[in-house]
């Protein structure tokens, strides 16, 4: 008489309920695909409008006007509004410096309370950010220069992305 070897039904079955059990529970831990991604867009945005800044910055330098409030220095994307030679936070100013539009949306003083009137906000479509202090959110804050000695800032929270 033969003797028949391989595994029984149940056995398989036993087999495949457990590792769907698996994936189930240690799957998500692995796949974060949409945050991981969101908070990589938000970083790049912050290297973008670093490099604007920079950019608009060295114009203002060969041109002169780093000590003026409401010069303009022309870029790819347009004539970019500075002060002290930086990009203002208003409309005209990073924005089209940093080519920020499309998949960001804008905050500005007008939209919360939260940000300074010399500051703007740039967070991914879709993201509702929070501006509270301390709050868990998903964007990129833009301070303006204050003056001669004070330079335009970038500060980006990727917490809630």
Known sequence: MKRQQGFTLIELIIVIVVLGILAVTAAPQFINFSSDARESTVKGA???????????????????????????????????????????????????????????????????????????????TGVTP????????????YTEAADEDTPATVTVNTAGC
């Open 46 to 124: 912050q290297a973008s409008i670093q490099g604007a800044m920079q950019l608009v910055y060295a114009s203002s330098l060969v041109k002169g006007t780093e000590g003026d409030t409401g010069a303009t220095v022309a870029t790819e994307g347009g004539n970019v509004t500075t002060d002290y030679g930086y990009p203002v936070a208003a409309e005209g100013g990073i924005d089209v410096a940093a080519g920020l539009v499309g998949d960001w949306a804008r905050y500005d003083s007008g939209d919360d309370s939260n940000i300074a009137a010399e500051a703007v906000a740039f967070a991914p």
């Open 130 to 141: 929070d501006f509270t202090p301390g709050a868990e959110s998903c964007h990129v804050l």
